[in-house]
């Protein structure tokens, strides 16, 4: 008859029940509070990269639609930008922009960024216009072979990778990035380092061609033998042969 018994319409609980239950609820958030921390210790760190959605820019330059969709964009000091162009949603150069190749062009879009790879999504087909023909300046390409490599890594789609998409990587990317090399969105090839650094690089085909690949090879690991080359501060590999790993 002396045990503390609850009484639930009385102020105050008997002081050994409040102590031992004040004890479980302690315990109970210490422990929550450690799972939550080694749970976020656990996580993949987010990779950098950002897409302006929603945010619209003027671009002026002249595209060049093989191998890769690009804008090629000279500044008053002469300095040249290679853009990748890709469209809304999963879907590669739009057809308001094809077929001019070689001339000068202004549209506004959304920039799209990670580190120094930069993209355009055209998503304002009544702003992009023609200006005319490209100068001699303008159309003059310098391209640098830098080198002949063989290159292991994950097949990507460039888009949701240089900043569209978190995560754009892995197995619960894959149908994502099925769509969007399916769409005509430029494959590139993600490879790491063995400090942790990534770098997804564009892929080509021979010839000044676009490189064909098969969608459902997305998200899976890939070797790319080829030339590696380097233009307008873009790096990207011609591809001689693309094999599945795995």
């Known amino acids: 008859m002396n045990d503390p018994f609850y009484i639930g319409y009385l102020d105050k609980n008997p002081p050994t029940l409040a102590r031992h239950t004040q004890g479980i609820v302690l315990l109970l958030a210490v422990i929550v509070i450690g799972l939550t921390a ?16 929603g945010v619209r820019r003027t ?14 964009s000279v500044s008053t ?12 949603g999963k879907y590669g150069l739009p057809a308001f922009a094809r077929g ?22 055209l998503n304002a087909p009544e702003s992009f216009k023609v200006l005319g023909p490209a100068t001699e300046v303008e ?3 310098k391209q640098e072979r830098i080198t002949d490599v063989v290159l292991t890594g994950e097949l990507v789609d460039t888009k ?44 080509t ?18 070797t790319a033998k080829g030339h590696l ?11 001689l042969e693309l094999s599945l790993d795995r």
């Open 38 to 53: 080694l749970l976020a210790a656990r996580q993949t760190p987010v990779e950098p990269g950002d897409f302006e959605f």
């Open 59 to 72: 671009f002026t330059g002249v595209i060049l639609e093989s191998p890769l969709p690009l804008l090629r």
């Open 77 to 88: 000091n002469g300095a040249v930008t290679h853009y990748l162009l890709v469209g809304s």
């Open 100 to 121: 001019n190749t070689g001339k000068l062009v202004r549209f506004d879009g959304s920039l799209i960024q990670k580190g120094g790879s930069v993209m355009v999504e």
């Open 139 to 141: 159309l003059t390409q």
């Open 160 to 203: 949701c990778y240089f900043g569209v998409m978190r995560p754009a990587t892995g197995k619960v990317h894959r149908a994502c990035a099925v769509r969007c090399l399916s769409g005509g969105i430029p494959p590139g090839i993600l490879v790491r380092d063995h400090d942790g650094g990534a770098m997804a690089v564009p892929l």
């Open 205 to 222: 085909g021979s010839n000044n061609q676009p490189l064909k690949v098969d969608p459902e090879w997305a998200a899976r690991i890939v």
């Open 229 to 239: 080359i380097l233009s307008g501060g873009l790096l990207r590999l011609e591809v």
